[in-house]
């Protein structure tokens, strides 16, 4: 028997998705994001760069400003109000302590209890090899969870006025191999569709594709093969870890 995917945990208000460009969350969890804010929990997004270096075709310095725009329209398509960026350089972001810093400084902050990151591991599921980006910012969230609560680690966070948070209960890794729980993703799916097509264009280079139908066929086969593991409802699949 497969064995089934649990629920979310639900006990939470407030939460902080970090990730590495511009359409990591739509591409990740975005229709789980929908079926939250319904709910009337807080979510912010945290990008550690802008994707300038994302399109071939065009240069950082136009691309930057066109892809955070086309985030910041995915983002409201699935109630999200607030996104920041970090300005980490796209393509070349590096896990050490500045990145840590940033965002245990953003948990600090916004004190979500529960943190979302995308896939840290070196693969995609074994076949495929992850970027540098997304090994590095989902590791720099995995620690700032542990960093935002001590005190002894970025005293100087305190000096401008962020106290620790220690409130991170959950850590959610959306795009794993291994996921533990999961969200219906049903109420959520067409926003969702509307969040990813957002960033039209990069799907635009992306694919040949008519982009809506790429879009909804994308997260219609995500959402689907997470079903059997979650009581034939399609799904949008995490790697939980708890605090």
Do not use: K
């Not at 969350?25 to 994001?33: S, T």
């Amino acid at each position: 028997m497969t064995q089934q995917l649990e629920p979310m945990p639900a006990d939470w208000r407030r939460a902080l998705a970090v990730v590495a460009h511009p359409d990591d969350l739509e591409y990740g969890c975005a229709a789980a994001v929908a079926g939250w804010t319904d709910e009337g929990r807080e979510v912010t997004y945290l990008l550690a760069s802008r994707g300038e270096a994302g399109i071939d075709t065009i240069a950082p310095d136009v691309c930057a400003p066109l892809r955070e725009r086309e985030q910041r329209a995915g983002a409201a398509a699935v109630g999200v109000a607030s996104v920041e960026f970090l300005d980490h350089p796209d393509g070349v972001i590096e896990y050490g302590t500045a990145l840590r810093r940033d965002i245990a400084a953003a948990v600090r902050r916004h004190r979500p209890e529960l943190l979302i990151t995308l896939n840290h591991r070196d693969t995609w599921g074994g076949v495929a090899w992850n970027t540098p980006d997304h090994r590095a910012v989902g590791r720099a969230t995995l620690d700032a969870a542990g960093d935002a609560g001590n005190r002894w680690i970025f005293p100087e966070l305190r000096e401008q006025g962020l106290e620790p948070w220690d409130g991170v209960r959950w850590i959610a890794v959306a795009g794993t191999d291994r996921p533990t729980h999961a969200v219906d993703a049903t109420s959520g799916f067409e926003r969702s569709v509307q969040s990813l097509l957002a960033h039209r264009t990069y799907i635009e280079v992306l694919t040949e594709e008519d982009p809506e139908a790429y879009c909804r066929a994308f997260l219609t086969g995500a959402a689907g093969a997470a079903a059997e593991r979650f009581g034939g409802r399609p799904a949008v699949t995490f790697e939980v870890f708890a605090r």
